[in-house]
């Protein structure tokens, strides 16, 4: 299986790039998932030429618009290098499936970065780093995250699940989109936006069915943005817990009464909060086996990034 070229914050990978010379290697990122991605690692205080070590800087003034300057010198202002730095750099990350940053960070924090009052004072308000904000504006679509919430399990397997999921359509768009493409692509991924929204599975699937053939771009570049925006949400145990009784009623004509009852038990105590939703995914998968069903073989909900990861081990 090819790597899925993701961004990265060059200091979680071990690079010696941080303002004290440090970094702020991610276990995570270099020891788990690099098997699956190609980074392109990037430190755009490193790129519009701050030496190591440096001066720290900080966000100062709006939240929505903050500057970047000196910590203890608000006069070295380098806001305007760092967009411009930003600008050059979008067209590379074209083809990027994903990108991790790192917490906190005036350049490339994305959640909950300290910005300051003109009195020294911090703002009510959080902002997010010059550099990643550039980012995320220009590639809305972008599934993007900090590598400390990695180490939250749900939301690892939140982010992991929406790279694979941009990066399959991706490839569709690379190998020129069709109708057929684009619903091929929604009846596989039905349940897994149904465990995320059932009310925005079945608006995408109604929205294709009235537009896609009149105007396929449009049609696809609206569907692919509620489509991401659905699968950043976070799944639920009672909207998983929906999607796996659906899945087990196409079982019920194939299964024993004992097989049956074995299933529901561990999918009721999965939503109880008893058993990691992987127990009764392994026996939906094992049944599924000994019944095949095309239909929820194609189903992504069951098999939404490599199994190695063991992500829904733990949620």
């Known amino acids: 299986m090819a790597k899925i070229k993701i961004g990265i914050s060059s200091c979680l990978l071990g690079e010696e790039v941080r303002y004290n010379g440090g970094h702020k290697r991610s276990v995570i990122c270099t020891d788990q998932l690099q098997k699956y991605f190609e980074y392109t690692p990037i430190c755009p205080e490193l790129g519009i030429g701050l030496g190591v070590p440096r001066k720290p800087i900080r966000l100062v003034g709006d939240p929505a618009n903050p500057r970047a300057v000196g910590s203890d010198n608000a006069s070295f202002d380098v806001t305007d290098k760092l967009k411009s730095f930003a600008q050059k750099t979008l067209p590379a990350l074209q083809k990027l499936s994903g990108y991790i940053f790192v917490k906190g960070s005036p350049s490339c924090g994305v959640f909950r970065v300290k910005v300051y009052l003109e ?29 400390g919430r990695l180490n939250d399990p749900v ?14 359509w991706q490839q569709l768009v690379t190998e020129s989109l069709t109708a057929n493409k684009v619903l091929e692509f929604h009846r ?18 109604r929205m294709l069915a009235e537009t896609l053939s009149s105007d396929l771009n ?13 699968l950043s949400r976070q799944a639920t145990r009672k909207s998983n817990t929906n999607v796996l009784m659906h899945l087990q009623g196409y079982l019920k004509k194939q299964l024993l009464r004992t097989q049956k009852e074995s299933l529901a ?7 109880q909060g008893l058993l990691p939703i992987i127990v009764p995914i392994t026996l939906l998968k094992s049944h599924f086996n000994s019944f095949p069903n095309k239909y929820i073989e194609s189903q992504r909900f069951l098999s939404p990034y490599p199994e190695e990861l063991c992500l829904r081990n733990r949620i």
């Open 119 to 147: 009195n020294g004072m911090p703002a009510d308000e959080p902002g997010s780093g010059i550099y990643s904000r550039m980012v995320m504006e220009n590639y809305p679509l972008l599934p993007v995250e900090e590598a």
């Open 155 to 168: 939301l690892k397997e939140n982010f992991i699940t929406r790279v694979f999921a941009y990066h399959q």
């Open 188 to 205: 596989n991924y039905k349940y897994l936006l149904m465990a995320h929204s059932p009310d925005e599975c079945s608006r995408l699937g």
């Open 218 to 230: 449009k049609a696809a570049d609206e569907y692919i943005a509620g489509f991401m925006q659905t």
């Open 265 to 271: 038990e561990s999918i009721d105590k999965y939503r």
